[in-house]
């Protein structure tokens, strides 16, 4: 939590951490922004000394809150802290810093320079506090062996008064700088106009409905179709409210190409008005060196990271360079001095008001920003979140951990491959050893069930995990030692991949309750340990409880009950708004093909005359087609029937690399001729979260109201969901899928010039439930005569009155 300053009472709250040397203070590591400490392994260590310390000496005390107040410069300064450890020897209180360290006696210098620092300020604080002499110590505890070697610190109280002293300079001094700005961005917010000519239809609403709950700091959730510019309508009074208010505004999307979106608005926004934005991108593809171990010990960009970071003035440089900060210019600065861009990237927008990143930096609990910690205030925060429907499978899966039986065999294989040394067969041993425990339960459990792919739901084998850890932890440090000592580091890494699946899983083991289940599978040759999220309403709830207001954006959003509970909305202060579609509703045709069905045990017979009437379809279509199918396995069945006269047609494989389904999109994005049929599966980069430019798409056809599969999961959901809303097939299959159907057709009409037809294939279109889900203007009270229809001849009679009406 950074430094809190209250100007009025002259009260400035700050943490022990904020007190040191910003320079020397902070490091890359396993103990920083998502490294093994944060995975709890040096927590373990710390509670297993404090256990042992306290039943040798029932007057130890553990994790000792501190709080310190003192005047500096006519401010009333509170410093708070946790001391880790307090005993009483025959000289007197000891506080014991205590740290996990890969070998006894190997610190670095500047890392045991700013642990003795941060010992002696809780000396200094309980000192002050209990009015009695305190001597500070290092408690070094070797991982794996748990070794420990005491290090009493030599203290300077003259020295520390006068650290602290001009600490607390720097800091005033930056709060009086930050105000200046403040005050600045506030003028600039009153007089922040809109960054388009005027609003369209149905803007007006959205900006008035976003006002109210910024002002109110209530949540809200949106509906409202593709095209009509609902997040530029959204930013807008989110920016304007976050530089009156001295907010910060996280913008957070599931797709780079939304997060493209929401980056060129704002960049439209920030002129001028002294905002700092920024693009934060994955960590993976911001990394200067392959991405293998994030530590100052393993890493050149990440060694003597802020020192350098510091003389090269990158920070500052960056900020004064451009108002929006785009991943490619912060990479490129942060590799040219030698520092880790991704590092480089949230230094940045730990400075910046408004940061555009992915749901994982707000929501997962492994990589979120420090601003999402826990124990972080965030009443100052307001949260936009797009395709905001997408945040409750994401949610699920953040507490969703699996523990692969392959694995774990690839890692023990991988290190017998390497070598024999000691290390290597230790290692190939606890990965060997937990590949045959995850086989033997899972063959145990489902020995009696037929075919490659099986699960259930059983009591998982939890005491034996955990009695694996300590074996992998030591394994996992003498194995980082090894690689550096052998210059043999991987960016792909079987064993560090491994070490923490088996951390995450361990964690998540640890949620309990009806939303959460246990289950076994076997996938194929796989077999698998997993924790099945049913319901991640209570986790998501932890952040936008403490926000100041969340706007969610989505086209499909229905019914918003379903969204704002499992989202973990607090219905008090959580309101909905459904806007209809404000383009000419006879620029668009709608047509349920009731002849053909797409249940699974009818797919068979289907099979071809689904195909035959796609392709008719499409050769009455002039201009390109979309045709999306529930599955890869349908498409593959039903494209073999697919053979239109005047169509190029290309078929979307289960294969494709990125960059396949990146060419997929060029090829419909760039057939001016029209003459392209594109079969692909919904839910996917085709169907969600993608712009085809002006009039190049002219139909979209969606194949079966693309249910999921009903797997054990499945089943799992729909007994969750009758059992909390009486609606479980609905909630577990038809809302799922009927999103994806009207999210697909969303790319059909995205402005007021865009024409085109929707076709539906399969009769249960216009049987309730399916029927409650389509958009109310496409049905418009429409009877089910009058929407069924053949998709060939519904498309030949609406684009010859389109022309009709042209001419």
Known sequence: MPPRFDSERRVLEIAVADLLDPVLARSIGFAHRGGFERLWLGQAIHGRYQESALAEDPGYRREVALRLELEHRGWRVVVTGRADGVRRDEAGLVVEEIKSVRRQGQLAPA?????????????????????????????????????????????????????????LNQLLAEHERAKSERADRRRAGVDLPFPHAELRTGQEAIVAAVERALAEGEHLLLEAPTGLGKTAAALWPAVRHALEHDRRLFVLTAKNLQQEMATRVLRQLAAGTGLHALRLRAKARMCANGEVICHEDYCAFARDYYPKLAASRLVPALLGETEVLEPDLIFSAAAGAEVCPFEVSLDLAGRSQVVVCDYNYAFDPFVALADFAADADLADTVLVIDEIHNLVDRGRSYLSPELSAALATRAARAAEAAGSTPVLRRLAEVAAELARLVEREVDGALDALPGSDAAAEVLLPEDALWRLRPDFDAAFVDYLE??????????????????????????????????????????????????????????????????????????????????????????????????????????????????????????????????ERIAAFADAVPGNCLVLFPSFAFLTEVSAHVAPARKRVFVQQRTDTERDREALLEVLRGAVLGDVLLLAVAGGVFAEGVDYPGDVLRAVAVVGPCLPVPTLDQRLLQEYYEERFERGFEYAFVVPGMTRVVQAAGRLIRSAEDSGVIALFDRRFLDRPYRDRLPADWLSGAGGDTLSGDPAAAARVFFAELAARVR
Not at 120 to 132: F, G, P, S
Not at 142 to 167: K, N
Request: aromatic share 8%; charged share 30%.
């Open 111 to 167: 890392v045991r320079q700013v642990y003795e620092r941060q010992a002696l300020l809780y000396a200094w604080m309980l000192e002050r506090l209990e009015q009695t002499p305190v001597r500070a110590e290092l408690v070094l505890i070797a991982i794996g062996s748990d070794a420990v070697e005491r290090l009493e610190i030599e203290a300077d109280p003259a020295d520390l008064e006068l650290a602290v002293r001009r600490r």
């Open 482 to 611: 090894h690689q550096r000592e052998t210059r043999s580091f991987r960016a792909e890494d079987e064993f560090v991949e491994l070490y923490f699946r088996l951390l995450r899983f361990l964690d998540g083991l640890g949620a309990r309750g009806p939303a959460f289940s246990h289950l076994v599978e076997r996938r194929g040759q796989d077999r698998l340990l997993r924790v099945l999220c049913k319901d991640p309403s209570g986790y998501l709830a932890g952040v936008l409880s403490r926000v100041h207001a969340c706007v969610g954006l989505s086209a499909t959003l229905s019914p918003s009950e379903f969204y704002r509970d499992l989202l973990g909305f607090d219905p008090a202060r959580t309101t909905t708004l459904s806007l209809p579609s404000p383009f000419p509703a006879e620029n668009r045709c709608l047509v349920v093909d009731r002849s053909v069905s797409t249940l699974y045990r009818e797919r068979p017979a289907n099979a071809r005359p689904i195909g």
